[in-house]
């Protein structure tokens, strides 16, 4: 049952991956991709937990909280960058 929920859990992330990825080729505005990268890196990490979830691997967790670091100082550099203040 478990494994099943993972597995849709899984789908759904993976739907909004999808979407997230159209708004990042099509956004109109240099901050609606960086919007919609941030959101594919959030959907990113969930996937990585859900990964470890169903691995039973721990050293995943790992990945995905360093993984979430760098794409918040990456998102924060890019923002300044569009504001000008870099």
């Given amino acids: 049952m478990a494994?099943?929920?993972?597995?849709?859990?899984a789908?759904?992330?993976?739907?909004?991956?999808?979407?997230?990825?159209w708004r990042f080729i099509q956004g109109p505005?240099?901050?609606?991709?960086?919007v919609a990268?941030?959101?594919l890196t959030v959907i990113s990490i969930t996937l990585i937990a859900l990964?470890?979830?169903?691995?039973?691997?721990?050293?995943?967790?790992?990945?995905?909280?360093v993984y979430a670091?760098?794409?918040f100082l990456g998102v924060i550099a890019v923002?300044?960058?569009l504001e000008g203040r870099f």
Avoid: N, P
């Fill in 69 to 71: 670091l760098l794409s």
């Fill in 3 to 9: 494994e099943m929920l993972i597995l849709l859990a």
């Fill in 51 to 65: 990964a470890a979830l169903a691995e039973g691997r721990g050293i995943y967790l790992d990945v995905a909280l």
């Fill in 11 to 21: 789908l759904l992330a993976g739907g909004g991956f999808l979407l997230a990825l």
């Fill in 37 to 39: 990268f941030d959101v």
């Fill in 29 to 34: 505005t240099a901050a609606d991709r960086v």
């Fill in 79 to 81: 923002a300044r960058y």
